[in-house]
Every structure is written in structure tokens, then in C-alpha cells.
């Protein structure tokens, strides 16, 4: 340790050397005196600095999930959209309820897959769910690599969660012609028009409620070429508008029944707007008495009044109805995903799927029965 005086105060200085660069470096304090006293205050405070810097950091280890999970949600926030965000803090909030106190660096497998199995097992939550969720755990293993030093890919591959409480997903689900109509029977009946147009427009369409719910008839119809832009939707858990499902903007095209539909409701929302008092510059087509979008909840409790057989009428039926429509009429599954805002074709290649072996059958059928002779 040596000694410099800078403007009447005295600067105690000690060098070391970088375990990690092999660098030299310095560490020191400025005191106002150079008693054999502070002289000894001095070096104490200099070697617990230096020791700070060079010795392993024994609790860089000593870090809880809960703390690394927490963190992890910081940097994982600004990445996705805000629905996806508060899903994930949920199930943050489940392990942290479970694994949350434990050193990171003392988790097995066994914590997390036991946790998988006990809330299968007692229904709290859905295989989806659960797999969901691993993968949550899966990134923050990976975060806490990358930016706390600890290692526990090891344990990745051992993650497993058992196929139990599997929701049965039945992607073909979709309404007749005379089913659908009994749901506009319906509507109109109670004369809830504005719902009723809402269904038809999705059905007609193929868009997703969120977005319908946030269009805007100014700037998101044209009726010189017939088209809708679709550019957004509203998040009805956090009441937000935000970007699309794929995060692309589409164009999709209407004909002329639909374009009677769109003038009606837009009447019927301008007159809204001047009863309710609502701003003016609010040019959705869609709106509550308060002037914000419809929630999808909304609709579905009135879809849940209608008893179809076995057929659970929600929002979402409307999506698969039209595109069930659009392959019975022989329009291309590329032009289908791009009208419904499909990334991919798979879920509209198994429509095309169903309906093939539904005409082999038929065809199976009228070759037994047809006879010549």
C-alpha cells in the first residue's frame, strides 16, 4: 500500500491482480489523515475490497428461484406482448408458491416434476397447462446460466410432464348451416342485432373476435374494393389493444351481403355514439354503451344460452365454421390460412383431411349400393 496526497487529503492506494483478466488493478480510499491509526483502517478497508473482487463469489450460488424467476420476468417482459406476459406471471406464481424459497443451485428434476404430477393428478390444472409451464422453467434455467452463472441445463432433459388431464381438442368443430342459423334465430329473436352481426361477419370472414371487436370503419374498411384491413386485437383479459395473433397485418375481402352488414352496423354505432355521448373521434365499428370494445366473454355468455347437441357455441366456432365452409367450397387452404391469419396450414389441412375421408366414405357407400345387374 502506498500513500499520495491529492488537495491536503491523503489517498491510499493498493494494487492486485485480476484473477479473471491477469490484468493489474487498484482499489483505494481517500482519508484526511495519515495516522499509523488510519494507516491501519486503511489497509483493512483496501484488502476487503481487493478480497470482494478476486475471491470466487461464494453467493453468487446462495440465490433463491424465486429471485432468479423474478428477474427472469424483468428481461422477459419487454419481449412479447402484454397477454403473453401476465399468462407467464401466472405461472411463475405457481412454482414460485412451490420451489420459490429453494436455492437455485440445490433444484432437482424431482422438485419441478412433482409438481407437474401432483397438480395433473388433483385437476387443478390442465396437461396444456402444465407444459406451459415447464417450458417457463426451461428459460429460466437457461436465463440463469447466461446471467447469474448458474448451471442447471442438466436437469432440462429429466423435466417431464405427464400426459394426464389431456383436454381433448376437437379441431373440426363447427356448426351446420341450419345450427348457424338457429344462433342468428336466436339473436334476432332477443334482438340483440349487433350480435347478430358480429356472428355473421365471423362467420363470414374468418377473423378472430379480438380482432372484429377493434375495427375501425374509417380507416380499417374499404368499400371501393371491398377489403378490410385486420391490424390489431383486443385482449380482453387485460383490455388492451394490441398486435395480432402472428404479429402480421392482413387484408381480407367481403361481398355484398357482408358489405350491407358493415353499413348497417355503422349506422346503428354512429347513433350509438351521439346517444351515449360517446367521443366522436371513437370510429369503432363495434362498441359498448360505454364506448370500449366488446369482451369475447361478453358474447359467449349469450352464445351459451343456445343448446346445440353436442357442440359448445363460443366465439371460436365461428372461425372453424367458416373455414369448414371455404374447404366444402373448394377454396385453396393458402388463401384460407390468409384470410383467417394462419401462419401455417396444418389445423385447415386437417379440415381438408376430415372431409376427404368423409367422400371416401360416400363414395364407399354408393359403390356398394349401385348395382347393374
Known sequence: MWIEEVNGKFKYVERYTDPVTGKDKKVSITLNDKKKKTQQ???????????????????????SFREVADDWLKYF??????????????????????????????????????????????????????????SVVRRIIHYALKYKGIDMTSIIPLLEVPKINVTIKDDLKYLEKEELQKVLNYLEVN?????????????????????????????????????????????????????TKT???????????????????????????????????????????????????????????????????????????????AVQNNISKDLIAQQVGHSDTNMIDKVYAHFTKEMEEQQKEAMLDFKII
Open 41 to 63: 483502517e486503511a489497509m483493512l478497508f483496501l484488502n476487503e475490497k481487493i478480497n470482494k473482487r478476486v475471491e470466487p463469489n461464494v453467493n453468487s450460488q446462495a440465490i
Open 77 to 134: 417482459e419487454p419481449t412479447v406482448k402484454k397477454s403473453t406476459y401476465v399468462r407467464t406471471i401466472s405461472n411463475v406464481k405457481a412454482l414460485n408458491e412451490r420451489v420459490g424459497d429453494i436455492l437455485f443451485d440445490k433444484l432437482t428434476a424431482s422438485h419441478f416434476n412433482s409438481f407437474f404430477l401432483e397438480n395433473l393428478q388433483s385437476k387443478r390444472y390442465k396437461y396444456n397447462s402444465m407444459r406451459q409451464t415447464r
Open 191 to 243: 334482438e340483440l342485432y349487433q350480435h347478430k352481426r358480429m356472428v355473421i361477419l365471423q362467420v363470414s370472414t374468418g377473423m378472430r373476435f379480438g380482432e372484429l371487436t377493434v375495427l375501425d370503419y374509417e380507416t380499417d374498411i374499404n368499400f371501393e374494393n371491398k377489403s378490410i384491413t385486420v391490424n390489431k386485437t383486443y385482449d380482453s383479459d387485460n383490455r388492451i389493444v394490441t398486435t
Open 247 to 325: 404479429g402480421k397485418d392482413r387484408t381480407i375481402y367481403f361481398n355484398e351481403t357482408i358489405e350491407k352488414v358493415l353499413k348497417e352496423q355503422i349506422h346503428t354505432t354512429k347513433l350509438q355514439t351521439v346517444a351515449n355521448g360517446h367521443d366522436r373521434s371513437n370510429k369503432l365499428l363495434f362498441k359498448t354503451v360505454h364506448g370500449t370494445p366488446f369482451r369475447t366473454q361478453s358474447l359467449n355468455l349469450v352464445l351459451s344460452r343456445i343448446e346445440i347437441p353436442n357442440k359448445k357455441v363460443t366465439t371460436h366456432i365461428f372461425r372453424h365454421t367458416f373455414i369448414t365452409m
